[in-house]
Structure formats: structure tokens, C-alpha cells
């Protein structure tokens, strides 16, 4: 029988664990902040820096998922992709049903400091704009939607389209968010993005795009629901 030390090396080793395991860790990390949410600040930043060393330790695992360069109709449309996602995000809010939403992410409530209050924007933006788009399209778009296609999700080609794939990730994507219904048209557009240009890199752009541009917004308009 093969030892614990044997099967996490197993585990860590198998191809859907560099796109499953920083989601998974991501998502393990969230959920205490429902019960404790004065730990909210602490647990951010350990799951956003321990989710972004995962990510950097398997780098080489998404060399061929992200080596298409971005051209310029890349970076255009990934733009205005993630622009448009962004204004419906915002814009239906309190309009359309919603999970109950968490707590909310107030820096200034959280920190007894201006610079400790400066840290967690800081964090904050970097997690949402940076980490957590590499993570989920890594999961959603260049894992689950290629799995769904085949169990070999490598020898699928990205971008590749059945409705099965394009519509079943897109509803998991919205039903990951507690704003389902604009999760959802938000998952139907980031998919649509990488059918369209078959590049996953502008897919993270348009998702990056959209969450830095939330949090901008955030932070000038202070509804920290959004966060």
C-alpha cells in the first residue's frame, strides 16, 4: 500500500491538478470567512499569495495553454469584453436575484490604520485582478470547458465549441458567484471570448479588465458589496 507522502506526490502529479488544486485551495479559503469575518483580511491575503505560489510552482504546466502571443485584436476585444462584463456586473444590482451576499470587503472598517487600510487595497486589488482571473479561467475555461469535451482536456484545442461545454460552465461560473444571473452572462461572454479568439490570455485580460475595473469603482463609489 503506498504511503501518504506517495499519494499526495501522485495527487500533485496527476494533469488536472495544477488547474483544479489553486481553484480548490482558493475556495477552502473563502468559505471561513463566513463565520469569522474579522479573520476576513488575514484569510485574503494567505489564500491570494498561497494560490499565486501554487499557480508560479506549476507555471510550466500551462506553457501550452498560454502560448499563443496576444495580438492586438486580442487585447482590443479582451477589453471591451471585460468592460461590458463590468457594466453588467454593476448595473443590475438589487434588480436581479442574488444569493445571500457575504460580508463585505470595507478595508478602512477592517484595519485600525490608514497604511494597514492602504495594504489590504493593495492585496485586494492584486488578488482580484491578478490571482483570481489566472485561477478560474485556468479552471473554468482551459480545464473544465475542454474535460467536458474529453476527459483528455489536453488533446482538446482551446476554444473548441459544443453547446454542453460553452453553456455548462458558464451556469457553474454564475452559480460560483452569489450574483448568479450576472455570473452567468458574465461566464457566457468570457467563453464566447475564448470560442471567438482561441486564446486564453485574452480571456484573463477581459477578466482581469473587469475586476480591477470593479474595483476601482469599489473604491471610488465605496459599496463594498461589491467586494
Known amino acids: 500500500m503506498p504511503s501518504r507522502p506517495n499519494q499526495v506526490r501522485q495527487w500533485l502529479t496527476r494533469p488536472w491538478a495544477p488547474y483544479i488544486l489553486p ?32 499557480i508560479w510552482y506549476w ?7 498560454l502560448s499563443p502571443k496576444l495580438s492586438s485584436g486580442d487585447i482590443g476585444t479582451a477589453v471591451i469584453c471585460g468592460l461590458i462584463v ?35 487595497i493593495f492585496i485586494r486589488l492584486s488578488g482580484s485582478a491578478v490571482i483570481v482571473p489566472i485561477m478560474e479561467e485556468l479552471f473554468w475555461r482551459a480545464y473544465l470547458m475542454r474535460y467536458l469535451i474529453d476527459p483528455d482536456f489536453h488533446s482538446v484545442p482551446m476554444g473548441t465549441f459544443t453547446w454542453l461545454s460553452f453553456t455548462g460552465v458558464a451556469v457553474l461560473f454564475g452559480l460560483e458567484h452569489h ?36 474595483g476601482i469603482y469599489v473604491l471610488l463609489s465605496s459599496r463594498w458589496a461589491f467586494w
Open 23 to 54: 481553484f480548490a485551495l482558493f475556495l477552502l479559503l473563502t468559505e471561513p470567512a463566513r463565520f469569522f469575518p474579522s479573520l476576513m483580511p488575514l484569510l485574503y491575503t494567505i489564500k491570494t499569495i498561497s494560490v499565486g505560489a501554487l
Open 59 to 65: 507555471r510550466h504546466s500551462y506553457r501550452r495553454d
Open 86 to 120: 463590468l457594466i453588467i456586473w454593476i448595473v443590475p444590482e438589487n434588480i436581479l436575484y442574488q444569493f445571500a451576499p457575504g460580508h463585505q470587503f470595507n478595508p478602512y472598517a477592517l484595519s485600525r490604520t490608514s497604511a494597514g487600510a492602504y495594504g489590504l
Open 179 to 214: 450574483r448568479i444571473i450576472v455570473g452567468i452572462v458574465a461566464g457566457l461572454f468570457y467563453g464566447g471570448l475564448l470560442i471567438r479568439r482561441k486564446n486564453l490570455k485574452a480571456v484573463i485580460l477581459a477578466h482581469g479588465v473587469t475586476n480591477f475595473g470593479l
